[in-house]
């Protein structure tokens, strides 16, 4: 024990002697470790983010998605298409057949620029029906949404979302009766949705709720929906109401093959579940970029003490000549070693958690810090210390005393 307490205190004097090279060393694990953690922080943070957003719409909603026809055997991307219609929403509502769904909402959803005075900004423009409001779980913060009448009558009427209101009338919090103009075209704003949260092209409360008849033909100029999202009586009869509204969309296509079909439909476990997979997999791709960093991190520690080693070759000489064991001179430089890592691995770690936390106050986004990671990070940085620094210790012990006490 005493042994080892001196072989950290020499480390210690050894390490402060040279400062700046020192510093060098620890540099790169601060990079790969701080990289490591703030990556996986934010990657979870997404996750969990996205996952919130798909659930909040509630857990017994299916959504109807166009797919483009075959064309010479190649069939397009789902969402591509152009075959789903309003009177296919009509049918799936007012069908005998179908008996397990609540309410059905076609939209029309593209980007368009909104207008208000000086202000503008780039938001999702959603042409919908009376029943947005219940299928995707939509509460009112103030005003009222669009009636049926407003649809019927083609009224150019908005419900705005709040970062709208933030964007387009930053003095003015409740700017019902004010205009604003997508595309050239004057609304009317007739309410305000209640805060979901949200961020980027998945931001709830960036969005403008026109009708349905006005988006189709006075703001885009076309005769289909982009989507049908259709809320199931309970989330018990999910699959029922899957199975219905296929039969029922395959028999209104004239399709008899559903290998066939030109629309897919999805629940919201597989959305979740396809959201899931992407936000890991580009977690574990940026994981996979840092943890490079953090390998020549590793590397640099190892040509740090390999230098280390032949500056001290007529110490290390010396030092066996008057009957140090090569345990011992293997012990003090992996001791170094796993020093510069550690040390590393806790200046990184704040780093990285102090990173993602100043990320998720600018953006408005969830702070999440994987505990395991942060354990891993110190894990992989004693790791680091012991590996690369393993052969620079084994090569400093293996020095011949007569041959180290000659070297210049």
Same mark, same amino acid.
């Given at each position: 024990?005493?042994?080892?307490?001196?072989? +950290?205190?020499?480390? +210690?004097? &050894?390490?402060?002697?040279?400062?700046?090279?020192?510093?060098?060393?620890?540099?790169?694990?601060?990079?790969?470790?701080?990289?490591?953690? /703030?990556? +996986?922080?934010? *990657?979870?943070?997404?996750?969990?983010?996205?996952?919130?957003?798909?659930?909040?719409?509630?857990?017994?909603?299916?959504?109807?998605?166009?797919?483009?026809?075959?064309?010479?055997? $190649?069939?397009?991307?789902?969402? *591509?298409?152009?075959?789903?219609?309003?009177?296919?929403?009509?049918?799936?509502? &007012?069908?005998?057949?179908?008996?397990?769904?609540?309410?059905?909402?076609?939209?029309?959803?593209?980007?368009?620029?909104?207008?208000?005075?000086?202000?503008?900004?780039?938001?999702?423009? #959603?042409?919908?029906?009376?029943?947005? #409001?219940?299928?995707?779980?939509?509460?009112?913060?103030?005003?009222?949404?669009?009636?049926?009448?407003?649809?019927?009558? $083609?009224?150019?009427?908005?419900?705005?979302?709040?970062?709208?209101?933030?964007?387009?009338?930053?003095?003015?919090?409740?700017?019902?009766?004010?205009?604003?103009?997508?595309?050239?075209?004057?609304?009317?704003?007739?309410? +305000?949705?209640?805060?979901?949260?949200?961020?980027?092209?998945?931001?709830?409360?960036?969005?403008?709720?026109?009708?349905?008849?006005?988006?189709?033909?006075?703001?885009?100029? $076309?005769?289909?929906?982009?989507?049908?999202?259709?809320?199931?009586?309970?989330?018990?009869?999910?699959?029922?109401?899957?199975?219905?509204?296929?039969?029922?969309?395959?028999?209104?296509?004239?399709?008899?093959?559903?290998?066939?079909?030109?629309?897919?439909?999805?629940?919201?476990?597989?959305? !979740?579940?396809?959201?899931?997979?992407? &936000? *890991?997999?580009?977690?574990?791709? !940026?994981?996979?970029?840092?943890?490079?960093?953090?390998?020549?991190?590793? #590397?640099?520690?190892?040509?740090?003490?390999?230098? &280390?080693?032949?500056?001290?070759?007529?110490?290390? %000489?010396?030092?066996?000549?008057?009957?140090?064991?090569?345990?011992?001179?293997?012990?003090?430089?992996?001791?170094?070693?796993?020093?510069?890592?550690?040390? %590393?691995?806790?200046?990184?770690?704040?780093? *990285?958690?102090?990173?993602?936390?100043?990320?998720?106050?600018?953006?408005?986004?969830?702070?999440?810090?994987?505990?395991?990671?942060? !354990?891993?990070?110190?894990?992989?940085?004693?790791?680091?210390?012991?590996?690369?620094?393993?052969?620079?210790?084994?090569? /400093? /012990?293996?020095?011949?005393? $007569?041959?180290?006490?000659?070297?210049?």
């Amino acid at each position: 024990m005493k042994e080892l307490f001196e072989s +950290i205190t020499e480390s +210690i004097g &050894t390490l402060t002697l040279n400062k700046m090279r020192t510093g060098l060393a620890i540099l790169g694990i601060v990079i790969g470790i701080g990289s490591v953690i /703030a990556l +996986i922080s934010l *990657g979870q943070a997404t996750q969990q983010s996205v996952q919130s957003q798909i659930q909040s719409l509630g857990s017994n909603l299916l959504t109807v998605i166009p797919g483009a026809t075959s064309t010479g055997g $190649i069939r397009g991307a789902i969402g *591509g298409g152009t075959t789903l219609t309003y009177d296919d929403a009509k049918a799936i509502q &007012t069908s005998s057949q179908v008996t397990a769904v609540a309410a059905v909402d076609p939209e029309v959803s593209r980007r368009a620029q909104v207008t208000a005075g000086n202000n503008n900004s780039n938001t999702q423009v #959603i042409g919908s029906t009376t029943e947005y #409001i219940n299928v995707n779980n939509v509460t009112m913060e103030s005003g009222t949404f669009i009636t049926q009448q407003d649809v019927d009558s $083609i009224a150019k009427v908005a419900v705005v979302g709040p970062q709208v209101v933030t964007d387009l009338f930053p003095n003015n919090p409740n700017p019902i009766g004010q205009t604003i103009r997508i595309n050239k075209v004057a609304f009317r704003v007739i309410g +305000i949705t209640a805060s979901k949260g949200g961020s980027g092209f998945a931001n709830r409360d960036d969005i403008v709720v026109i009708p349905i008849t006005t988006a189709q033909q006075q703001i885009f100029g $076309i005769d289909y929906v982009t989507s049908i999202a259709v809320s199931a009586k309970t989330p018990d009869v999910m699959n029922t109401a899957e199975n219905q509204i296929g039969y029922l969309l395959l028999a209104r296509h004239k399709l008899s093959d559903p290998s066939k079909a030109d629309f897919s439909i999805f629940s919201q476990s597989d959305i !979740l579940n396809a959201a899931s997979q992407t &936000t *890991g997999t580009f977690t574990a791709l !940026l994981s996979g970029v840092a943890a490079i960093s953090l390998l020549v991190g590793g #590397i640099g520690i190892m040509n740090i003490m390999l230098v &280390t080693v032949n500056e001290r070759t007529r110490e290390i %000489g010396l030092r066996k000549a008057l009957g140090a064991k090569k345990k011992t001179i293997t012990t003090q430089f992996l001791i170094e070693a796993i020093m510069l890592t550690f040390i %590393g691995g806790i200046i990184g770690v704040i780093l *990285g958690i102090a990173f993602s936390y100043g990320y998720s106050v600018m953006t408005r986004s969830l702070f999440v810090v994987s505990i395991p990671s942060v !354990l891993l990070a110190f894990a992989v940085s004693a790791g680091i210390g012991i590996l690369f620094g393993w052969y620079p210790a084994q090569r /400093a /012990a293996n020095l011949q005393p $007569i041959e180290a006490l000659r070297y210049e």
